[in-house]
T-cell receptor
């Protein structure tokens, strides 16, 4: 079982809709959760992080954590074509909190 | 700050040659990570340093790979000899694990390595 799993997609949504991205993780001791966006040919860019104590909203982005079920979600409201990218979920490795384990990423396509 | 700086951006080399990738972390960041990204395996952590000291190299694939950090502003990842299966994008990332807006890694632009 992979430590961080994501549906590879692509997830296609129309412009203006809500995009919902999910990731599951296997290590119950993980405390920090990150979402990175990666455009084709570019490096990953941090867009959101949350701790195990709560959800977080930042502009059009909301990150939610369900510790009991061990999954993290990212909601993108009012999706724009510029949101089209690969979204990587990362979780800190409980055995060494400095290490982030990345999922394979979900491709999001926002159609205008 | 200029961000994490990697060089070269692209490297094409012949099998068996030595390859050296370079990274300059963000000033003040005391953690530096080397990742490799491929379509098949995604982002894999190779090694990371704290205060210039290698902490975990369990992700280094084999003895052909080595990494050094001689000072706080410079790190290298060396592959000798290189093989076609080493072809990937190699990212360097750094962090100081502080700050409400930048908690997490900042990645460099990456080095796309092609071994023919």
């Amino acid at each position: 079982q992979k430590e961080v799993e994501q549906n590879s997609g692509p997830l296609s949504v129309p412009e203006g809709a809500i995009a919902s991205l999910n990731c599951t993780y296997s290590d119950r001791g993980s405390q920090s959760f990150f979402w990175y966006r990666q455009y084709s040919g570019k490096s990953p860019e941090l867009i959101m992080f949350i701790y195990s104590n709560g959800d977080k909203e930042d502009g059009r982005f909301t990150a939610q954590l369900n510790k009991a079920s061990q999954y993290v979600s990212l909601l993108i409201r009012d999706s724009q074509p510029s949101d089209s990218a690969t979204y990587l979920c990362a979780v800190n490795y409980a055995g060494d909190g400095n290490k982030l384990v990345f999922g394979a990423g979900t491709i999001l396509r926002v159609k205008s | 700050d200029a961000g994490v700086i990697q060089s070269p951006r692209h490297e094409v080399t012949e099998m068996g040659q030595e390859v050296t990738l370079r990274c300059k972390p963000i000033s003040g960041h005391d953690y530096l990570f080397w990742y490799r990204q491929t379509m098949m395996r995604g982002l894999e952590l190779l090694i990371y340093f704290n205060n210039n000291v290698p902490i975990d190299d369990s992700g280094m694939p084999e003895d052909r790979f080595s990494a050094k950090m001689p000072n706080a502003s410079f790190s290298t990842l060396k592959i000798q000899p290189s093989e076609p299966r080493d072809s990937a994008v190699y990212f360097c990332a750094s962090t100081d694990w502080t700050g409400p807006t930048n908690y997490g890694y900042t990645f460099g632009s990456g080095t796309r390595l092609t071994v023919v």
